[in-house]
């Protein structure tokens, strides 16, 4: 499945961003973001299943963030408030047919990543 990414930007601390991937192809996967800042290893973000009907936060977002179905199918949302310079990265959306896999972080056995979008927040 081949996902491509939108929404990202530069905004200040404390504002919204709002980020949206869509996954084309046929099949019903379980989403998620991840995020690598400069000089540091990709980590993993938020992750929904395949139902919809469970969702996965980092510790770092929890209360924050939040991962949601979009309207259209196969696409997946992520609202991020109060953000903080720290949460500046790439944000990578990620598919694969197993949450677990996902919200375990086990980059090496997901299926499918997107080529990333860019988030930089100033203080």
């Known amino acids: 499945v081949r996902l491509v990414e939108s929404g990202g930007g530069l905004v200040q601390a404390g504002d919204s961003l709002t980020l949206f991937c869509a996954a084309s192809?046929?099949?019903?996967?379980?989403m998620g973001w991840f995020r690598q800042a400069p000089g540091k290893e990709r980590e993993f973000v938020a992750a929904?299943?395949?139902?919809?009907?469970?969702?996965y936060y980092a510790n770092s977002v929890r209360g924050r963030f939040s991962i949601s179905r979009g309207d259209a199918e196969n696409t997946v949302t992520l609202l991020m408030n109060s953000l903080k310079p720290e949460d500046t990265a790439v944000y990578y959306c990620?598919?694969?047919?197993?949450?677990?896999?996902?919200?375990?972080?086990?980059?090496?056995?997901?299926?499918?990543w997107g080529q990333g979008t860019q988030v930089t927040v100033s203080s």
């Open positions: 990620a598919a694969n047919l197993d949450s677990w896999v996902l919200y375990n972080n086990l980059q090496s056995d997901i299926d499918s």
């Open positions: 929904l299943s395949r139902t919809g009907g469970s969702t």
């Open positions: 192809g046929s099949g019903n996967y379980a």
